[in-house]
C-alpha cells in the first residue's frame, strides 16, 4: 500500500506570491489533515477534511487554505505569501476518527 | 493555549537503559494519544497509541502509560537504542477533533 504521498518536496517562493501544496492520501482513508512545522514550534493544526467537509480549523489567517477532492486528494494554498510562511508543511491521512494519522514527508516551502 | 505539552525539550539517555518521555495535556475530552517519532526533515512517524479506556499499551520495546487522573501520559524505551534518537511528539484528540501535539522532546540515545 503506498503511503501518503506529498508534491512538491521543496518549493522556493517570493513573498508576495501564492502557492498551491497537494498530498494524495493512503488509499482508502477519507480524512486528511494539514500541519505546519516551523523551528522550536510543535506541529501547528491547520485544517482537516473529511469526505470534502472542511472538518475542523486551526488558528491561521485567511491566506490559508484548502480543500479535498471526491478522490480524497487534498489540496493546500497560501496566498500573499510572507517570510513567516517558510516552514515544512505536512499532511496526514487516516481511515477513521480515532486511529492513528499517517504522515507524508512533507513540504518545505521557503519564501524569500 | 497548549493544551498538550511535553515540558522537557530534550532528554538524554545511555544506551540500553530506559528513556522515559513525559506528555500532559489539559482538555479532559481528549480519548485518544498517540506518540509519534520524527527524523529532521522528514514526516513524523506513528509509534504506538492508547484508548483512554485502558492505562497501558505495549508493542514490543515502547510502552505508553497513561493517567487519567493526573492527566498525564508516558512513553517508555526499553532498551533504548542509538536509532532511536529523533524528536518525539505527543498528541492527543477527541472524537471527530483535531489531533493536537505536543511541542517534541529531542531523545540522545548514545553508545
Known amino acids: 500500500k503506498a503511503g501518503v504521498t506529498q508534491t512538491p518536496r521543496y518549493l522556493i517562493k517570493t513573498r508576495g506570491q501564492q502557492v498551491t501544496l497537494s498530498c494524495s492520501p493512503i488509499?482508502?482513508?477519507?480524512?486528511v489533515s494539514w500541519y505546519q512545522q516551523t523551528p522550536g514550534q510543535g506541529l501547528q493544526f491547520l485544517f482537516e477534511?473529511?469526505?470534502?467537509?472542511?472538518?475542523n480549523k486551526g488558528n491561521f489567517p485567511g491566506r490559508f487554505s484548502g480543500r479535498q477532492f471526491s478522490n480524497s486528494r487534498s489540496e493546500m494554498n497560501v496566498s500573499t505569501l510572507e517570510l513567516g510562511d517558510s516552514a515544512l508543511y505536512l499532511c496526514?491521512?487516516?481511515?477513521?476518527?480515532?486511529?492513528?494519522?499517517?504522515f507524508g514527508q512533507g513540504t518545505r516551502l521557503t519564501v524569500v | 493555549d497548549q493544551q498538550v505539552k511535553q515540558n522537557s525539550p530534550s532528554l538524554s539517555v545511555q544506551e540500553g537503559r530506559i528513556s522515559i518521555l513525559n506528555c500532559d495535556y489539559t482538555?479532559?475530552?481528549?480519548?485518544?494519544f498517540l506518540w509519534y517519532k520524527k527524523y529532521p526533515a522528514e514526516g513524523p512517524t506513528f509509534l504506538i497509541s492508547?484508548?483512554?479506556?485502558?492505562d497501558k499499551n505495549e508493542d514490543g520495546r515502547f510502552t505508553v502509560f497513561l493517567n487519567k487522573s493526573a492527566k498525564h501520559l508516558s512513553l517508555h524505551i526499553v532498551p533504548s537504542q542509538p536509532g532511536d534518537s529523533a524528536v518525539y511528539f505527543c498528541?492527543?484528540?477527541?472524537?471527530?477533533?483535531?489531533?493536537?501535539f505536543g511541542q517534541g522532546t529531542t531523545l540522545q540515545v548514545k553508545p
Open positions: 496526514a491521512s487516516s481511515s477513521s476518527m480515532n486511529t492513528e494519522a499517517f
Open positions: 488509499s482508502g482513508h477519507r480524512s
Open positions: 477534511y473529511f469526505s470534502e467537509t472542511q472538518r
Open positions: 482538555n479532559s475530552m481528549f480519548d485518544y
Open positions: 492508547i484508548s483512554s479506556i485502558k
Open positions: 498528541a492527543a484528540k477527541s472524537l471527530v477533533g483535531k489531533l493536537i
